[in-house]
Structure formats: structure tokens, C-alpha cells
């Protein structure tokens, strides 16, 4: 894939797979899930994986909302593992389509099954509300619609609020080195493909503006020799982890207010810029 073949308003390769995703039995093998590099792991026990994997994420979200009442959901939130490690003054609100995976979720978290890839209708975004603070991770690669989905974390914002977006980067330095090969091509459920640069394009342009972006590796138990040294060998049969690999976006959402006078400025700007070129 070349990321710069697409055009100025497409944000993602999308493959037609068949997999079980839609059909809400994504989470039914979890118990017995085999992951890239072959292993065998049950993802109801890795609560403790889970939160050291997102203790960037946590902390940050943690640091900067100071508010006494603070609202947070988790759109694609599985088991609510997240969500579980916020106190009681958080209020904890989880969208997830999985019958299964509801079942397991903690009593104090409130859960609804809205299918994500359909923009939220008035009646639903009024009984959620707004929140402080918009998570998802690993959640927007496996939807047909990831546009409707960035349009419905802005929604759920507050003015200002935060977003935290974790996603595979399909063109990390890895990806294209080992192609077929890397390993996020490897789930048949994985059908929207990003890159750094397209979604940070498609972030901008649905209201947001960029903290920082994020690629956590170093400080997880993947950074060790065994697979520093897999990076030499292309005949590997899947790709090793690697820094870039992963990418999380901390966003801040703009006010409409904010979003009208930027309009204005590139109206102005670029219209200028666009009479110098002729």
C-alpha cells in the first residue's frame, strides 16, 4: 500500500474480508485466542496486560481532567478493563455490540450496543450525552465506516474534551518492510487501514486538534532482544513488534466557535496562496 496515492479526501485503504466482527462473535474466542506470533492467550484473564499496555493513555487522561464530576466512555470497550481502572468519581459509560463480552463487563460501568459504524441519532446522542473524555483503541481498523465513527467521538465531546484514538500504523517502517507479512494484516478482522499521516488528516479535518501522537513500544514487555533481532530476518512468517507499529492520537476537540474562525482563516489564506500559483 502506498499511503500517498490517496486522494486528499480518502483517509484509509479498506479490504472486503470475511470475518465475524459484524456479526457480533468477535469476542466469543477470546478464552482461546492465538495471536500473531502464534501464542495461545486467554484475554478474559489480561486485565493487568491490558492496563499495563494503556498506563501512557491512562495517566494522561488522569493528568488532565482536573474536574470533581468527570464523564468518560469507551467506544468499542470489550471487556471495560479500561474503564475499570477509573474511580468512583468518574462516571463510566461503554459502547460494545458483543453480548458476549457485555456479559463480562463490571456492574458500575453502563454499557449500550450501538453499532458505531452508523452515525448516532439525535435520540441516542441525548441519552449518553457529553463526556470529558472519548476512548477507543484498536476498535476504528475493524469498522466499514471509520468516518462515522470519528464523527460520533465528536459528537459525544464536550467542547474542548479529550480523544485518545489507538490504531495499527499500516505504514510503519515495519509494514513496509515486511509487507504481507506484517503482523496486523494478520486479523481477518482488520478492514480499515491507516497511516500516521491520513488520520491524522481525517482528525484535523472532523474538528480536532492534535496533542501529540504516540507510538508505545519501548516501555512494553515487546522491547527485548528476541524480537530486535527478528527485524534482521525477512523470513520471519509474521513481523515482530516494533516502535511504530502502533500509533495513539491525544486529541483535544475544537468548539464550533474556534472551528469557524479557522474556516475563515483558510479562506482567506488559501485563496491567496492559491492566485500566487497562477
Given at each position: 500500500m502506498n499511503f500517498f496515492e490517496l486522494g486528499f479526501d480518502k483517509f484509509f485503504f479498506k479490504f472486503k474480508k470475511k470475518n465475524n466482527f459484524k456479526k457480533n462473535k468477535y469476542w466469543e474466542g477470546s478464552s482461546t485466542f492465538i495471536d500473531p506470533d502464534g501464542k495461545k492467550r486467554n484475554l478474559l484473564k489480561e486485565r493487568k496486560k491490558k492496563l499495563n499496555d494503556l498506563k501512557n493513555e491512562i495517566s494522561f487522561i488522569k493528568k488532565n481532567v482536573k474536574k470533581t464530576k468527570k464523564r468518560i466512555i469507551d467506544l468499542g470497550c470489550g471487556f471495560g478493563f479500561f474503564l475499570s481502572d477509573f474511580n468512583e468519581k468518574w462516571e463510566k459509560v461503554g459502547i460494545e455490540l458483543s453480548n458476549y463480552a457485555v456479559e463480562k463487563v463490571q456492574k458500575d460501568i453502563k454499557i449500550y450496543q450501538y453499532d458505531l459504524n452508523k452515525i448516532l441519532e439525535k435520540e441516542k446522542l441525548k441519552k449518553l450525552s457529553k463526556f470529558d473524555v472519548v476512548f477507543s483503541y484498536h476498535v476504528i481498523e475493524h469498522l466499514n465506516n471509520p468516518i462515522n465513527f470519528v464523527k460520533n467521538s465528536y459528537s459525544l465531546l464536550k467542547d474542548n474534551?479529550?480523544?485518545?484514538?489507538?490504531?495499527?500504523?499500516?505504514?510503519?517502517?515495519?509494514?513496509?518492510?515486511?509487507?504481507?507479512?506484517?503482523?496486523?494484516?494478520?486479523?481477518?478482522?482488520?478492514?480499515?487501514?491507516?497511516?500516521?499521516?491520513?488520520?491524522?488528516?481525517?482528525?484535523?479535518?472532523?474538528?480536532?486538534?492534535?496533542?501529540?501522537?504516540?507510538?508505545?513500544?519501548?516501555?512494553?514487555?515487546?522491547?527485548?532482544?528476541?524480537?530486535?533481532?527478528?527485524?534482521?530476518?525477512?523470513?520471519?512468517?509474521?513481523?515482530?513488534?516494533?516502535?511504530?507499529?502502533?500509533?495513539?492520537?491525544?486529541?483535544?476537540?475544537?468548539?464550533?466557535?474556534?472551528?469557524?474562525?479557522?474556516?475563515?482563516?483558510?479562506?482567506?489564506?488559501?485563496?491567496?496562496?492559491?492566485?500566487?500559483?497562477?
Open positions: 474534551g479529550i480523544f485518545v484514538l489507538g490504531t495499527p500504523n499500516f505504514d510503519s517502517g515495519v509494514s513496509r518492510k515486511f509487507k504481507k507479512k506484517y503482523r496486523f494484516f494478520h486479523d481477518k478482522t482488520h478492514i480499515s487501514f491507516f497511516s500516521e499521516n491520513s488520520l491524522f488528516r481525517l482528525l484535523t479535518i472532523c474538528g480536532y486538534e492534535i496533542i501529540k501522537v504516540d507510538y508505545p513500544f519501548f516501555e512494553t514487555e515487546h522491547f527485548n532482544k528476541k524480537n530486535l533481532l527478528k527485524l534482521l530476518n525477512l523470513k520471519e512468517k509474521i513481523s515482530p513488534p516494533f516502535y511504530g507499529n502502533l500509533m495513539t492520537f491525544y486529541c483535544r476537540k475544537k468548539s464550533k466557535k474556534n472551528l469557524k474562525r479557522e474556516l475563515n482563516f483558510y479562506k482567506k489564506n488559501y485563496s491567496n496562496l492559491v492566485k500566487s500559483l497562477r
